[in-house]
């Protein structure tokens, strides 16, 4: 992940970190990296679109001058070269735009607040069920989802957990990783996050004999 500067060391520190966390508890932490939770290919389209017909508009005062300049251009002008002007160049502005729009810094500008947001938790509740964080035997999996593009960070944990833990103790882990990010220490901070989490889950699902480490403890890294 090489927004985050993520190396195989820091994924491997983090993994080991994982492993010692869950030495003591029945429960389960998992920790996922996305670059982007979705693709917002639409939201680019219909900015392209709103662009494309914005230049169209603009254009629409220069007719005369870009006849005239056709004109020159063309011995054999006739009136059906403006049209195909101005389609063919709506179309580059269109392509251009949303070529652009694809910027990871633009995309943040376009797409509501409140979709990224969505989309996150859409994302992050999906590889809650599919890497099997639900489906622990006490309910005690933890989820750390961390989604570049929206800079958002999410923690999820199962009804086992969270049923004990108030939601304000897991959104100041969450805070944590996030003033990580800022301080250019996010590995530190995330490691700190998951060490604090062992603790929570050790407090209230104590290690018990015939334990067994039901989810993988690698860090993953995911595709939209």
């Known amino acids: 992940m090489a927004k985050f500067k993520l190396t195989q060391k820091h994924i491997d520190r983090l993994?080991?970190?994982?492993?010692?966390?869950?030495?003591?508890?029945?429960?389960?932490?998992?920790?996922?990296?996305?670059?982007?939770?979705?693709?917002?290919?639409?939201?680019?389209?219909?900015?392209?679109?709103?662009?494309?017909?914005?230049?169209?508009?603009?254009?629409?005062?220069?007719?005369?001058?870009?006849e005239s300049w056709l004109s020159t251009m063309f011995w054999n002008y006739d009136v059906s070269y403006i049209v195909l002007f101005y389609g063919f160049s709506t179309f580059l502005v269109i392509g251009i735009v949303y070529f652009i729009a694809s910027i990871t810094l633009i995309e943040r500008l376009i797409v509501p607040n409140r979709v990224l947001k969505e989309k996150v938790e859409n994302r992050a509740m999906r590889h809650f069920?599919?890497?099997?964080?639900?489906?622990?035997?006490?309910?005690?999996?933890?989820?750390?989802?961390?989604?570049?593009?929206?800079?958002?960070?999410?923690?999820?944990?199962?009804?086992g957990i969270s049923a004990k833990i108030p939601q304000k103790k897991w959104q100041e882990i969450v805070q944590?990783?996030?003033?990580?990010?800022?301080?250019?220490?996010?590995?530190?901070?995330?490691?700190?996050?998951?060490?604090?989490?062992?603790?929570?889950?050790?407090?209230h699902f104590p290690i018990k004999p015939g334990t067994v480490n039901e989810l993988d403890n690698e860090i993953a890294i995911l595709e939209t």
Request: hydrophobic share 45%.
């Open 15 to 66: 993994s080991e970190t994982v492993k010692k966390a869950e030495s003591k508890t029945t429960g389960e932490i998992a920790t996922a990296f996305i670059k982007e939770s979705d693709e917002y290919s639409l939201w680019e389209l219909y900015f392209s679109l709103i662009c494309g017909f914005v230049y169209f508009i603009i254009m629409m005062f220069f007719v005369s001058p870009i």
């Open 129 to 159: 069920i599919e890497a099997g964080v639900h489906n622990t035997k006490d309910s005690t999996g933890i989820l750390i989802f961390i989604s570049y593009l929206e800079k958002r960070v999410l923690l999820l944990a199962d009804s």
């Open 176 to 203: 944590h990783i996030i003033d990580g990010i800022h301080a250019g220490k996010m590995v530190d901070h995330l490691a700190e996050a998951i060490e604090e989490c062992g603790v929570l889950l050790a407090e």
